[in-house]
Nanobody
Framework: DVQLVESGGGLVQPGGSLRLSCAAS????????MSWFRQAPGKEREGVAS????????YSADSVKGRFSISRDIASRTLYLQMSNLKPEDTALYYC??????????????????RGPGTQVTVS
């Protein structure tokens, strides 16, 4: 079974940094789109960043460009989201999601195959 488990969330002051991790198991890690989404109470889901595991191509939302960076470690099957200069509006439940195949600039509109339960990030 596919399992995605996030970690690394927490409470941080504005301007601070956090690194989120997403451990994956149960599927072949190559040829997958691995993405981070976030959802705040009362708001729609927002695609934060995405990476194609096979070649490392990335996409990021305009709201996080220059502050967040997505990466993956193929050997450990772990997805990362390095977040810096955090703002109160970054407060949300962050979760990772996976989808077979490649993606393009409209990656956030794709239907993903699996997602994790999420990790809470609070900037205050």
């Amino acid at each position: 079974d596919v399992q995605l488990v996030e970690s690394g969330g927490g409470l941080v002051q504005p301007g601070g940094s956090l690194r989120l991790s997403c451990a994956a198991s149960g599927f072949t890690y190559s040829n997958h789109v691995m993405s981070w989404f976030r959802q705040a109470p009362g708001k729609e889901r927002e695609g934060v960043a995405s990476i194609y595991t096979s070649n490392g191509n990335t996409y990021s939302a305009d709201s996080v460009k220059g502050r967040f960076s997505i990466s993956r470690d193929i050997a450990s099957r772990t997805l990362y989201l390095q977040m810096s200069n955090l703002k109160p509006e970054d407060t949300a439940l962050y979760y990772c999601a996976s989808k077979v195949g490649m993606c393009g600039p409209n990656w956030s509109k794709l239907r993903f195959d699996s997602r994790g339960p999420g990790t809470q990030v609070t900037v205050s």
